[in-house]
């Protein structure tokens, strides 16, 4: 039977990657060519590459499908960009919902690999390509400066609950008060760096400085979704980006049962994180979002749901302004009706 298409389903973990070669043919039935695990490592990389061009379809153009899994798929992706192959990244949320199609009754490296494969031979895929560099260098540096904060709450607390001790150790404290003024100059600094990368690239520094118009948004928010989304580069909608980061409403029912809808959080953490405490400032000084906010609040009677609706929202409008490369107009329904 002539393959009509093929693919490689790549399940990329830190130290391994599961592959599965999968042929269509012409008459729509699905093969599965090979399976093999190589080291995620840069020889891994050259004898996967030996491997597919040994058992591919001389006739037929071959690509790769994977998933981005932290940092640890990039490697890859970019070695396979480098040589020329037609790369497919493919958001997790989108990767589960055809693997759940399949009805698996397990879940393994290799069934997530044969579930990609299928993917990319059966659905017609965008080709990935690599990124700006300056998204890559803002992810570094944003999450540098997340872990740094996080351990700075830790010291602080621990100078909190020494000052709070019956005989607090004077050293001690003054040990901890000097980690937390180092952490400190560490987080100004990788802020500067922020800023240093984003001047040096004019229409990124154009599009931070309309998103950052939306009230509550900052240049360190900005820069997260964008560093986190390489520029929106796989994002082709709202909904598809409030997914992304996990802000998605699951909603479960059965028969008269009716669970209490709640956000996925299966989705990019640190854009959840970055967008928590300006949600609040925008419901302050925004009057759009603080209405749209108390309706749900007097609706829903928590706060925490319409803050959480906020967050979306501003996600939504950070998208939004940068893909049309505009500024924010406060009422703008409003505004554009008068």
């Not at 269509?24 to 597919?52: Q, R, V």
């Amino acid at each position: 039977m002539k393959v009509k298409r093929q693919n490689v389903g790549i399940d990329v973990s830190k130290g391994t990657l599961a592959i599965c070669m999968v042929f269509l043919n012409e008459d729509f039935e699905i093969k599965i060519k090979a399976s093999k695990t190589f080291p995620n490592t840069a020889k891994g990389f050259s004898e996967l590459l030996t491997w597919a061009n040994r058992k591919k379809d001389s006739d037929v153009d071959l690509s790769f499908t994977m998933e981005p899994t932290g940092v640890y798929y990039e490697g890859l992706a970019y070695y396979l960009f480098e040589k020329k192959q037609c790369v497919h990244v493919v958001l997790p949320n989108r990767a589960k919902k055809y693997s759940d199609s399949l009805q698996e009754k397990a879940k393994t490296d290799k069934l997530d690999a044969k579930a990609l494969g299928r993917l990319g031979a059966e659905r017609k895929l965008d080709k990935w390509h690599v990124g700006s560099p300056v998204y890559r260098k803002l992810k570094i540096l944003t999450r540098e400066r997340n872990a740094l904060i996080k351990e700075r709450t830790v010291f602080q607390n621990q100078l909190h609950a020494l000052n709070h001790s019956a005989d607090p150790f004077k050293k001690s404290v003054t040990r901890l008060k000097q980690i937390i003024r180092f952490i400190n100059k560490q987080i100004k600094a990788i802020e500067k760096d922020c800023e240093n990368i984003v001047n040096k690239y004019e229409m990124v520094k154009a599009k931070v400085d309309k998103v950052t118009t939306i009230p509550g948004v900052g240049f360190i928010t900005a820069i997260v979704v964008i560093a986190e989304t390489h520029g929106f580069a796989l994002i082709t909608s709202i909904k598809q980006l409030v997914s992304y980061a996990g802000l998605d409403i699951r909603i479960r029912e059965s028969g008269k049962w009716k669970g209490k809808p709640k956000i996925t959080k299966k989705g990019n953490v640190q854009i959840r994180k970055a967008l928590y405490f300006p949600s609040y400032t925008s419901i302050k000084y925004s009057e759009t979002s603080a209405t749209f906010y108390k309706r749900l609040f007097e609706r829903k009677g928590k706060s925490m749901i319409a803050a959480t609706a906020v967050q979306r929202k501003l996600l939504g409008l950070i998208y939004t302004l940068w893909k049309n490369d505009t500024t924010y107009v406060e009422n703008y329904q409003r505004s554009k009706a008068a």
